[in-house]
C-alpha cells in the first residue's frame, strides 16, 4: 500500500506553480538566465534517479515514517543526508527559475519548510534511534542539504 504522507506537496507544488503563473503573472527573469533551470532540473532528476538506486540495490526502507533498516553514507549521502528531497527541491527551483514568475519561487520555500519540520525530523529521530552514534557521527560530518 502506498503512503500517502510521502511528500506529495512536491508534485502538488510543481501543478500550483504552474497555474499560479498564468493567474498572477509577475515575471522577474529575464532570458536567457532562466534557462539555467533546466540544469538545476537535470541535476534534481539524476540526484533523484541515483538515491532511488542506491535505495533499491542496499534493500533499504524508503519510507520517512518508517524504522530505517541500513544507514547509507555512500554515493550522494556522502555530501548531503537528504538527497532526495535535495533533488525535488532543485527541480522545484529550476521550474521556479524558467518560468521566471515571482510567485513560483514561494513553493521551494513552501517545501523546504515543509519538509524540514515534517519530513526530515521523524527521519532524522528514527536514525537516531536505530543507528545512534554511527548515525550521529554522519551527522556531524554531512550537512542535511548541501
Known sequence: MKDSTQPPI????????????????????????????????????????????LFKKTHTNVKYHKIPNKLIVSGPFKFSRNPMYLGMLAILLGVAIIIGNLI?????????????????????????????????????????WI
Open 10 to 53: 512536491y508534485f502538488i507544488s510543481l501543478l500550483i506553480l504552474t497555474v499560479l503563473t498564468f493567474v498572477i503573472p509577475i515575471k522577474i527573469i529575464i532570458k536567457p538566465y532562466n534557462y539555467f533551470g533546466i540544469i538545476l532540473i537535470l541535476f534534481g532528476i539524476i540526484m533523484n534517479l541515483w538515491t532511488d538506486q
Open 104 to 144: 513560483s519561487f514561494i513553493f521551494p520555500i513552501i517545501f523546504i519548510i515543509i519538509i524540514n519540520k515534517k519530513h526530515i525530523s521523524t527521519e532524522e529521530k528514527n536514525m537516531e534511534k536505530t543507528f545512534g552514534k554511527e548515525y550521529l557521527k554522519y551527522k556531524n560530518k554531512v550537512r542535511r
